[in-house]
């Protein structure tokens, strides 16, 4: 009969692979930097990357890039999330409406929000709306896909039973439709978050004068590629939080859900 591991075994043992990963990529990256067929400066090394880390940390550029880049991000995915979710909430449910707004949905999902930024630029300026909206636009998208799919798979014989039994619109939304969406509603929100810091890129290429893309633009101008690393690894670090603090919540509220 095996033991019960004690809960730090476990949290270990779920931490494990992923860190035995972690340890393999730095050490594949600090072998590829220190080689010969790496000219001096392309790579550095995560020893380097740390320092130019350490360097923006003191300096206070860090968190002033970190601020900006998650109010916009915060707020665009905020308002996207939610026009998304409406969307695909109404169109999963309403076969008619669906109809009608899928095509329109389909033409607009291959252009990327990078495409629009010439737009955004001439409609609303340089300022945070066009960036917002950016933001908005990808999460909308992203996040109807993935409700849109999980609410018109919810079985039709459920909301039958339901309006047999005289349930009010309302209540077979709250106990049938939205229970059953609910972990479509949480990958749609997974992924939507990540889709937003994607755009956040793109927006703030287009123009800005601070924020984490911001920065890597004025490093790569200057040949930081240090700094440019430590960028792209703070905007890694932060794709892995958000989506940390997604599935706990997903695991907290939605506990029927694999994921």
């Known amino acids: 009969m095996h033991a019960t591991p004690s809960p730090p075994g476990r949290t270990l043992g779920r931490l494990g692979p992923a860190l035995g990963a972690a340890g393999a990529v730095l050490a594949l990256w600090y072998l590829l930097a220190?080689?010969?067929?790496?000219?001096?400066?392309?790579?550095?090394?995560?020893?380097?990357?740390?320092?130019?880390?350490?360097?923006?940390?003191?300096?206070?550029?860090?968190?002033?890039?970190?601020?900006?880049?998650?109010?916009?991000?915060?707020?665009?995915?905020?308002?996207?999330?939610?026009?998304?979710?409406?969307?695909?909430?109404?169109?999963?449910?309403?076969?008619?409406?669906?109809?009608?707004?899928?095509?329109?949905?389909?033409f607009l999902r291959p252009i990327p929000a990078i495409a629009l930024v010439p737009l955004a630029t001439a409609w609303f300026g340089i300022g945070e709306t066009a960036k917002r909206l950016l933001i908005a636009y990808a999460v909308l998208l992203a996040v109807w896909l993935y409700v849109h799919d999980g609410v018109s798979r919810v079985p039709v014989s459920h909301l039958r039973a339901?309006?047999?039994?005289?349930?009010?619109?309302?209540?077979?939304?709250?106990?049938?439709?939205?229970?059953?969406?609910?972990?479509?509603?949480?990958?749609?929100?997974?992924?939507?978050?990540?889709?937003?810091?994607?755009?956040?890129?793109?927006?703030?290429?287009?123009?800005?004068?601070?924020?984490?893309?911001?920065?890597?633009?004025?490093?790569?101008?200057?040949?930081?590629v240090d700094r440019m690393f430590a960028g792209l690894l703070v905007l890694g670090l932060l794709g892995v939080a958000v989506d940390l603090v997604l599935a706990a919540i997903g695991r907290r509220f939605v506990h029927w859900s694999a994921s």
Do not use: C, K, M, N
């Open 34 to 106: 220190r080689s010969a067929g790496v000219a001096p400066g392309l790579l550095p090394t995560p020893g380097q990357t740390a320092a130019a880390l350490a360097d923006s940390v003191r300096s206070g550029t860090l968190a002033t890039d970190l601020g900006a880049s998650l109010t916009r991000a915060g707020q665009g995915f905020a308002l996207g999330a939610v026009l998304g979710s409406a969307l695909g909430f109404t169109t999963g449910y309403l076969p008619a409406l669906s109809a009608a707004v899928t095509p329109v949905i389909s």
């Open 162 to 224: 339901a309006r047999s039994l005289g349930a009010p619109l309302h209540r077979r939304f709250t106990e049938v439709l939205l229970p059953a969406a609910a972990p479509a509603l949480l990958a749609a929100l997974r992924y939507g978050a990540s889709v937003a810091l994607l755009a956040l890129v793109a927006a703030e290429l287009g123009g800005a004068d601070s924020g984490l893309a911001y920065r890597l633009q004025v490093d790569g101008q200057f040949l930081r």
